[in-house]
């Protein structure tokens, strides 16, 4: 299957050639470095797929990782199995961008890309909201000895494992969370903004007029204060609204204003992406892999049980902004070579 995949992508190579050659102009230089710069998004995009589905493999499934093809001298089946992912990422990203190579601009490609993102941002958003308030709920009826009369003994037990509540509870609030977002198109931060001031607002009230504060009020507006930073980042990219400190590029034209972006969104932004997409997922014992797969909570016992869950904020900051600079590269190239209008 690779082999014939591999030849169609050469054919497909050939057959533009054939064109080019009948329609001179066609394909020219200009052409050839707007596939590249597509072909470059979409496979950084497609290795990034790949990389969290084989971490995956490995870490929830217990498939060898693709390093174990460098380390054992007697590889596994699946060891070749997981390399592969990452070859066919690359040749599915060719595919596309040659196929659409009529039909798709660097613009349209930088709205798809914004689209995904804004999906992610939406359905992280909705989740943390939702899990936020039904998981603050458990621990307050918890924490006063009142779950029991509602739920019974056995399930307040279930309950208080970091496992169950995140299977019954967690889950399940998250697939709902997703299926909002499908609904719903906008990107509704400022109510996550909101309701950090509330809950914050919530402790000085309990703490100073009626001396009462429990550990899962601190850890709701830690939950939602560290989603409001990380997830409201690619937006914040996408509308161009970050803080920007300097003497140079308030200076420059406009087109050296995108090259700077286009430039610094590889060799800044998705470098930074990868760095903790690797540093992050490498092994089981990684700052995002371990919390997530031992369902970390906090010291409290009667705390909130979302510690592990704020691991993954730094997975969905990363993909999302990988998306983003991705956009970002394709929209800053289309916008130069427009007002050179090469």
């Known amino acids: 299957m690779l082999r014939n995949t591999i030849l169609m992508v050469l ?15 066609s394909l020219d230089k200009n ?10 998004a979409w496979s950084t995009i497609a290795l990034m797929a790949t990389y969290l589905l084989s971490c995956y493999l490995s870490y929830w499934r217990g ?7 460098f380390r054992d001298t007697e590889a596994d089946t699946l060891v070749f199995v997981q390399g592969a992912l990452y070859i066919v990422a690359v040749i599915i990203a060719t595919i596309f ?10 613009q349209s490609d930088s709205a798809v890309l914004n689209d995904i993102s804004s ?34 003994i056995d399930v307040t037990k279930a309950l208080a494992r970091p496992y169950n509540r995140a299977l019954y509870v967690h889950v399940p609030l998250c697939i709902f969370g997703i299926c909002v977002a499908l609904r719903r198109k906008d990107i509704d931060f400022i ?8 809950a914050e607002l919530l402790i000085v009230i309990t703490r ?57 969104a590889v060799l800044i932004g998705m470098l930074f992406c990868w760095t903790i997409l690797l540093l992050g997922m490498w092994t089981k014992s990684s700052i995002l892999i371990a919390p997530i797969l031992g369902f970390e909570v906090s010291q409290s016992s009667f705390g909130m049980y979302v ?10 900051f990363a993909i999302s902004m990988m998306l983003q600079f991705a956009s970002a590269l394709l929209e800053n190239v289309a916008e130069y070579r427009k007002r050179y209008q090469v």
Request: hydrophobic share 50%; aromatic share 18%.
């Open 31 to 40: 052409d050839q470095f707007v596939l590249f710069i597509r072909w470059f």
């Open 307 to 316: 510690k592990y869950m704020m691991a993954g904020f730094l997975l969905i």
């Open 191 to 198: 109510w996550l903004t909101l309701l950090v001031v509330s």
């Open 97 to 106: 961008v040659i196929r659409t190579s009529d039909k798709c601009t660097l």
């Open 63 to 69: 498939w060898p990782t693709a390093l174990s093809l």
């Open 208 to 264: 100073f007029v009626f001396s009462y504060e429990q550990a899962f009020m601190g850890d709701l507006v830690r939950f939602w204060y560290a989603a409001l930073f990380l997830f409201s980042s690619a937006y914040t990219l996408r509308t161009d609204q970050h803080v920007r400190v300097d003497v140079v590029y308030s200076t420059l034209s406009q087109c050296s204003r995108n090259k700077v972006d286009a430039i610094g």
């Open 119 to 152: 999906f992610i941002t939406r359905a992280a958003f909705w989740s943390v909201l939702f899990v936020g308030c039904v998981d603050g709920v458990i621990s307050f009826l918890r924490v006063e000895g009142f779950l029991e009369f509602f739920v019974g």
């Open 11 to 25: 054919s497909m190579f050939e057959l533009r050639k054939v064109h080019a050659r009948s329609n001179p102009g």
